[in-house]
């Protein structure tokens, strides 16, 4: 049941554009003083050595990470985004990729509580051994999408949730929609950013729709969705062509910072002439 695991993709485009997102998110987060909650609710492990046996696998991040380690004269969100790997890993060569709440565990204060679900005992063993040290942090072996209306609304008001689900299994994609609406009814404010894999079928192709109409009746700044897509399917339409991040009630800074992003993101990750971004916008 179990079968994803998130260190044979780590690093790779989709992650890129996903722990990006996030990034200016949390930055933003942070301007004010008072405490935020991040609830992660499908948290991976929170680190993958990119040298291991399921990385080397496919070496999804050569695609991804890999071809910005190194580059000087990125955008400056990209830039951070890239010197959050870089303080990954020692400042030394890129050895080890950090997940969404390695990311989160860099850029929030202590006041801030961070909340993790990760189903998989393996991996969630591993994070809650990175996070021990961490004050304000539970990391949870539950079901991410039934937990989160537990943590909703959080105790300051002010939160941010990441719905990464895996898809492998297409009832996820119903569940994402499911989990928006009610999160939305408990927390109108709330910043969900949703993370979601661009596939040549059905459920993937009407994701952005779905979502579009669950936030717009009652989300207080409205939405953001930006998309980065770097290869075309295969013959047979198989294949990850890219992916997006849906953002409800998202930071008013994040369009810049992503459209500043974006064509380097193209020209860097792209895998085939017509690679392309979409960023489009509904403020409430
Ligand atoms: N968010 C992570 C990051 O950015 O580094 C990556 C997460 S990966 C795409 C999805 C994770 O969800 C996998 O580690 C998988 O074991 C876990 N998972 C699958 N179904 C879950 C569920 N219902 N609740 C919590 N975790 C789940």
């Known amino acids: 049941m179990l079968a994803y695991r998130h260190a044979f993709h780590a690093g790779n485009h989709a992650d890129v554009l996903k722990h990006l997102v996030l990034a200016e998110v949390l930055r933003y987060m942070a301007e004010k003083d008072k ?16 040298d291991g046996r399921y990385a080397q696998k496919n070496a999804e991040h050569l695609g991804g990470i890999a071809a910005l380690y190194s580059r000087k004269d990125l955008p400056k969100p990209l830039h ?38 990760e189903l998989h005992p393996t991996d969630q063993r591993i994070l809650a051994s990175y996070l021990d040290e961490r004050p304000n942090t539970q990391v949870q072996q539950q079901d991410g999408f039934a937990a989160l209306k537990g943590e909703l609304p959080p105790p300051s008001r002010r939160g941010v949730v990441l719905i990464d689900p895996p898809y492998e ?62 290869a075309q399917a295969d013959e047979r339409g198989f294949g990850m062509m890219g992916s997006g991040m849906f953002v409800v009630n998202p930071p008013f800074v994040l369009h810049d910072k992503l459209a500043e992003c974006l064509p380097t993101l193209v020209d860097t990750l792209g895998q085939y002439d017509d690679a392309n971004y979409l960023l489009e916008q509904q403020t409430a």
């Open 169 to 230: 299994i297409k009832a996820d994609y119903g569940k994402v929609i499911a989990t928006l609406r009610e999160s939305l009814q408990r927390f109108a404010d709330g910043t969900f950013l949703i993370w979601y894999p661009q596939l040549q079928i059905l459920e993937s192709a009407q994701l952005v729709q779905r979502l579009k109409s669950a936030t717009e009746p009652i989300a207080k700044k409205g939405w953001l969705h930006v998309r980065l897509s770097v």
């Open 80 to 117: 951070d985004y890239v010197e959050l790997v870089r303080e990954f890993n020692q400042n030394g060569p890129l050895k080890q990729y950090p997940g969404s709440p390695a990311i989160a565990y860099m850029l929030m204060r202590e006041q801030d509580r961070l909340r993790c679900y």
């Open 35 to 50: 405490a935020y909650t991040l609830v992660d609710t499908h948290a991976g492990a929170g680190g993958y050595a990119l």
